[in-house]
T-cell receptor
Framework: EAGVAQSPRYKIIEKRQSVAFWCNPISGHATLYWYQQILGQGPKLLIQFQNNGVVDDSQLPKDRFSAERLKGVDSTLKIQPAKLEDSAVYLC??????????????FGSGTQLSVL | KQEVTQIPAALSVPEGENLVLNCSFTDSAIYNLQWFRQDPGKGLTSLLLIQSSQREQTSGRLNASLDKSSGRSTLYIAASQPGDSATYLCAVRNTGGFKTIFGAGTRLFVKA
């Protein structure tokens, strides 16, 4: 079974530039999550999709971050314009059975973003 | 507001030692608790998931326990190996909203 795919693996940009990350979840997983992990901290949820609908985007800085999952499969996360404090690893995760007590999260390898 | 704390932040042990990693959470109204492993530059790999109605889960050399009333979980690693070196994170899913909150992790180094 193929895992969660993310690209690119690394990205270096200057502040005020824009950047986009791509995620392809495990086939059949309806729920997709984007997390931000700052060095030395645990992942923090940015946005959660159920199919192509947004379930939770309460911690997404909407003035600069946007995300979409148009066909309920792939997703993109965009930052425009980037700030220095956006330097982090952006992790995508998916799950099969949202809301089930046995729901497990499956993570991709992440995109490491450096904003200079 | 749920807060998840992991102590210690870092741990170094000799190969073969049994060890315990700790996770504490402030709100006992949880749905489940999951332990993950993260290798440098990699994503998170699920190790064990304990549902709120369960007390423990085991997989190979790993055993995770859950005590909701005290807001604690432990991950026990038996006979540690250098390949166990990684960061271990616990994540709590709340019953309200099903939001998952992560701890900052314990960085484990097992010396050969």
């Amino acid at each position: 079974e193929a895992g969660v795919a993310q690209s690119p693996r690394y990205k270096i940009i200057e502040k005020r530039q824009s950047v986009a990350f791509w995620c392809n979840p495990i086939s059949g997983h309806a729920t997709l999550y984007w997390y931000q992990q700052i060095l030395g901290q645990g992942p923090k949820l940015l946005i959660q999709f159920q199919n192509n609908g947004v379930v939770d985007d309460s911690q997404l800085p909407k003035d600069r971050f946007s995300a979409e999952r148009l066909k309920g499969v792939d997703s993109t996360l965009k930052i425009q314009p980037a700030k220095l404090e956006d330097s982090a690893v952006y992790l995508c995760a998916s799950s099969l059975n949202f809301g089930h007590p046995n729901e497990k999260l499956f993570f991709g390898s992440g995109t490491q973003l450096s904003v200079l | 507001k749920q807060e998840v704390t992991q102590i210690p932040a870092a741990l170094s042990v000799p190969e073969g030692e049994n060890l315990v990693l700790n996770c504490s959470f402030t709100d006992s109204a949880i749905y489940n608790l999951q332990w993950f492993r993260q290798d440098p530059g990699k994503g998170l790999t699920s190790l064990l998931l304990i549902q709120s109605s369960q007390r423990e889960q085991t997989s190979g050399r790993l055993n995770a326990s859950l005590d909701k009333s005290s807001g604690r979980s432990t991950l026990y690693i038996a006979a540690s190996q250098p390949g166990d070196s990684a960061t271990y994170l616990c994540a709590v899913r709340n019953t309200g909203g099903f939001k998952t909150i992560f701890g900052a992790g314990t960085r484990l180094f097992v010396k050969a």
